[in-house]
């Protein structure tokens, strides 16, 4: 097979991942309700931003390293749990989407940390998933030899970075859409609540995760 050919099926193979809802779905959803489109936005680049960073140190062979380091793994596992759990239940205590909408909307303004806020949501949250750091891992020792010319490895980064921005980029478009926005506000409250659930869900489930052998 050419090295092209495996390019491509890593690109293919990246975006059934990508679209498959996940964590990273998650925080895209949740910041596009509550704050609006720019923030989604920057959720979408905060997870563009890390998964450039897994990019290069996968491509750069430091990826292996991490994964046959037990105590880098947990270190880097257990500071992805800490977040999760964090923001999980800071979503499940905290006021409904619809009304913190509907207070951002008649105050015709929103807080200026926040849109920052999203972004670091969503950067720390694709860094500091081990699942992340595997799939990269795995799908590039699978598909990309030592002995792939450099001209294909420098086209990967940028090209699931790039696909990995236009695809939350549309997530966060489509969110809100005024159709969308409507619904949300009827039903923001269980929204917020089920977003809470689900990062505790993942942070629960990593506790559970064994290191890479």
């Given at each position: 097979m050419s090295f092209s050919a495996d390019f491509y099926?890593?690109?293919?193979i990246y975006m059934l991942v990508l679209i498959a809802p996940g964590l990273d779905f998650a925080v895209v959803l949740r910041e596009s309700l509550l704050y609006g489109r720019g923030h989604g936005l920057m959720a979408a680049c905060g997870v563009m931003s890390a998964v450039a960073v897994h990019c290069t140190y996968t491509i750069l062979g430091l990826g292996l390293i991490i994964a046959q380091s037990l105590l880098l793994f947990q270190?880097?596992?257990w500071a992805g749990i800490v977040y999760l759990l964090y923001i999980g239940l800071k979503a499940l205590r905290g006021k409904s989407g619809s009304s913190a909408i509907m207070a951002q909307?008649?105050?015709k303004c929103r807080p200026a940390r926040a849109?920052?806020?999203a972004f670091k949501a969503g950067f720390i949250c694709n860094l500091l998933n081990p699942k992340c750091i595997l799939f990269f891992l795995s799908i590039f020792s699978a598909l990309i030899a030592s002995a792939t010319p450099m001209g294909i490895k420098a086209l990967i980064a940028p090209a699931m970075v790039l696909c990995c921005g236009l695809w939350f980029a549309c997530v966060a478009f489509f969110l809100t859409m005024p159709k969308i926005t409507f619904i949300y506000r009827r039903l923001g409250r269980w929204?917020?609540?089920?977003?809470g659930v689900v990062f505790v869900a993942i942070g629960m489930s990593?506790?559970?995760q064994k290191a890479p052998a």
């Open positions: 099926h890593l690109i293919a270190l880097i596992k909307a008649e105050a849109k920052r806020q929204i917020d609540k089920t977003s990593l506790i559970l």
